[in-house]
């Protein structure tokens, strides 16, 4: 297996050689931004990106007359080259050309070369100059339909006798294995929005049983933005995002990545939600008004039903506790049928912020309560954990700009305990930026909603301060790196013990030609854990090393046709156990022609893990809206292939088929999702009409 993943690389790597010659160009794509993007993700919820960048492909931003907010919504500038862009047009005027972008300190070739095919210098003659009710008639409409499923059998979808079912009624799925999903969206200029999700997850029930009224999951908006001092009012489900993350912030979170100086959040305040997270949301009404032209207040409320696992109930069926709140969204069992939808949560607060042009400030306060207390099993790690039926949360937020430097932070307070966050990105010369940033949780800090810059998944018990640096060097190379020590004052999940731990990551990106690409990137993360049961019970901590390498050759060989090689090692190490390894290597052939119904992604890869804490995760196309990032690991090969068919001018079809073999096993999977035998299949397809 290794042996011919070394052949294969060898071949992948002789495939570029003569390349400079070729005069094709790298065009951004909406996938590429969402592959960068991944590993930022603390809580990667790509709905929104899609909605933003496909609205600026069809409808390119004028960066001549552009908002701060509306260049955060291109996902690729950081806050220091959006200033740069600013002030530059605020000194010389309008840009007549994008490629005057090449005098705008921060705009590197690479930079200009993602974002032009979203943006552009000329006046758009909108349709909203027409009467509002007959502009109505140009907005845009847009379904899609989803369906996919494993081809395989798994356990879960077997026939078993009606005794054993009885004997245990969650060894066998509810529902059918498709998982099915539609979509219905209405969007006027990005100032008036309708529509609605529903979702089956495979072995959930549909018409029938727990969902006799369709799908398990339906979610509804509608959003209008601008109405005069009326900047946003949202019905039905929406997400909200203030500050820094530190008291309210649902959707997707930069987090640590190459992109070493995105680390500042830029809060989108309230929003539609259009997404399939059933949980992480709000249900009523959200309103943003613009109290003058400087300041705006937002107002929420939202009441919803959510999962919880019930630990107490009365004779008449009340419940009087819960132990826990899972957030899986899956109802598939019927042990997960009762914990569907049976504790109440309330929800209501408010921001307000005053916008300058060199600082914004806002105050952010919340009130959460349950139906029935929320009362956790008591463990040596979670004595500080929120318990109770209801919490409140307030905080302080701050960005000011002088000169080449921005300030951020926030300051909250949640439960019995505080949370402060404060950072900096100093454009030092063109061609270095650095960023610092320090963070200080409270391990009595309760935030249900927060999701702040951290290394855990929450920001609570933790300390840390972050280091990261962007290098441009002559040659077209670019060098981001960042340092990220923390320490852990309580115990916590996995160390029941203070820890402390590092992480850093050195990435070096090179421009070799017009249509040659190539990085190379270095990770190393060391975070104590629990070490196995020892002695009389006793547990002590240990290093936990986790180590990655990995070059990355994406290049064009005609204006249609793009190739992309990976190899990436892994490498997992505690103090007792030896070193776990793996690799993974493949090879991408991307067809994306500029005219032309037809294109298509394909991959082929191989991988070899020691084990599944050697696993190595890896982006993959998908259909538009759908995701893909999976594992990598035991020993085998995977290989899939996304093609898009455009039907008509206002109908296009996706059809996706990805399996992994892996040839030493007889059976793959866990549980319910066991499949006997060494191949998992998936097929999947979607549709999109617009009209």
């Not at 005069?228 to 995002?241: E, K, P, S």
């Not at 998992?680 to 999109?688: D, F, G, L, T």
């Amino acid at each position: 297996m290794r042996k011919s993943a070394h052949i294969f690389f060898v071949y992948l790597l002789s495939g570029f050689i003569g390349l400079n010659s070729q005069t094709t160009c790298f065009q951004m794509t909406v996938e590429d931004v969402v592959e960068e993007l991944v590993a930022a993700g603390t809580e990667f919820d790509h709905s929104r990106i899609y909605d933003d960048l496909t609205y600026f492909t069809d409808n390119p931003l004028n960066l001549n007359t552009a908002t701060r907010d509306q260049l955060h919504r291109l996902y690729i500038l950081n806050d220091i080259q959006i200033t740069n862009l600013l002030d530059y047009i605020g000194e010389y005027g309008k840009m007549a050309s994008v490629h005057e972008l090449g005098y705008v300190d921060g705009f590197t070739g690479d930079i200009i070369l993602k974002i032009l095919p979203f943006v552009t210098t000329e006046e758009a003659q909108p349709y909203l100059l027409l009467p509002e009710r007959e502009s109505l008639r140009y907005g845009r409409h847009q379904i899609f339909l989803r369906a996919q499923g494993i081809l395989q059998q798994q356990k879960g979808y077997r026939s078993i006798c009606d005794s054993v079912l009885a004997q245990n009624p969650n060894s066998r799925y509810l529902g059918g294995p498709l998982k099915l999903y539609t979509r219905y969206q209405y969007n006027l200029s990005n100032r008036i929005y309708w529509g609605f999700v529903a979702e089956k997850d495979s072995g959930e029930e549909m018409f029938t049983g727990s969902n006799p009224y369709g799908m398990d999951y339906h979610s509804f908006h509608f959003q209008i933005n601008d109405a005069g001092r009326l900047r946003t009012l949202a019905l039905g489900d929406y997400r909200m995002q203030f500050g820094q993350g530190l008291v309210l912030w649902s959707g997707f979170s930069f987090g640590k990545s190459a992109a070493s100086m995105n680390i500042a959040k830029n809060p989108r305040g309230i929003q539609k939600y259009s997404s399939t997270d059933e949980n992480m949301f709000m249900r009523g009404v959200g309103a943003t008004y613009g109290v003058t032209a400087n300041t705006d207040l937002s107002l929420f409320f939202s009441r919803k039903k959510i999962d919880a696992r019930v630990s107490a109930a009365d004779t008449t069926g009340n419940i009087l506790e819960v132990s826990s709140l899972p957030n899986t969204g899956l109802h598939a069992t019927p042990s997960q049928v009762e914990n569907k939808n049976v504790l109440g949560e309330t929800i209501f607060g408010g921001d307000i912020t005053y916008n300058h042009k060199n600082f914004k400030v806002g105050v952010t306060a919340l009130h959460y309560f349950y139906s029935a207390p929320f009362n956790r099993p008591l463990r040596q790690y979670n004595q500080f954990v929120f318990r109770g039926r209801e919490n409140i949360n307030i905080g302080f937020n701050y960005r000011f700009n002088y000169y080449d430097i921005s300030f951020f932070g926030e300051i909250a307070a949640g439960g019995r305990g505080m949370a402060m966050l404060t950072g900096v990105l100093w454009d030092l010369s063109p061609g270095l930026n650095v960023a610092v940033l320090y963070r200080d949780y409270d391990r009595d800090y309760h935030a249900w909603y927060g999701s702040a810059f951290s290394e855990s998944t929450s920001p609570v018990n933790e300390k840390g301060i972050y280091l990261g640096a962007e290098v441009y060097l002559p040659q077209g190379i670019k060098v981001s790196a960042y340092y990220d020590n923390y320490s852990f004052p309580w115990l916590r999940y996995g160390a029941y013990a203070p820890s402390a731990g590092t992480d850093f990551l050195v990435q070096a990106d090179y421009t070799l030609s017009r249509n040659v690409q190539m990085y190379a990137r270095l990770r190393h993360r060391s975070k104590p854990v629990n070490s196995p049961v020892g002695y009389n019970n006793v547990r002590y901590l240990m290093e936990n090393d986790n180590t990655r390498i990995r070059y990355h050759i994406a290049y064009n060989i005609s204006p249609s046709v793009e190739f992309r090689n990976r190899i990436e090692f892994a490498r997992y190490k505690t103090e007792q156990n030896a070193s776990e390894k793996g690799f993974l290597i493949y090879h991408d052939i991307i067809y994306n022609p500029s005219a032309g119904p037809l294109s298509f992604a394909f991959r082929y890869g191989l991988f070899d893990t020691d084990s599944y804490n050697a696993r190595i995760y890896a982006y993959e196309n998908d259909v538009l809206y759908g995701f893909s990032f999976p594992a990598y690991f035991d020993s085998g090969y995977r290989t899939y292939i996304t093609a898009r068919y455009g039907v008509s001018g206002s109908v296009d079809l996706w059809l996706r088929y990805a399996t992994t073999l892996l040839p030493g096993r007889t059976t793959m999977g866990s549980g319910l999702d066991e499949i006997d035998g060494n191949r998992r299949s998936q097929a999947k397809a979607q549709i999109r009409i617009r009209f």
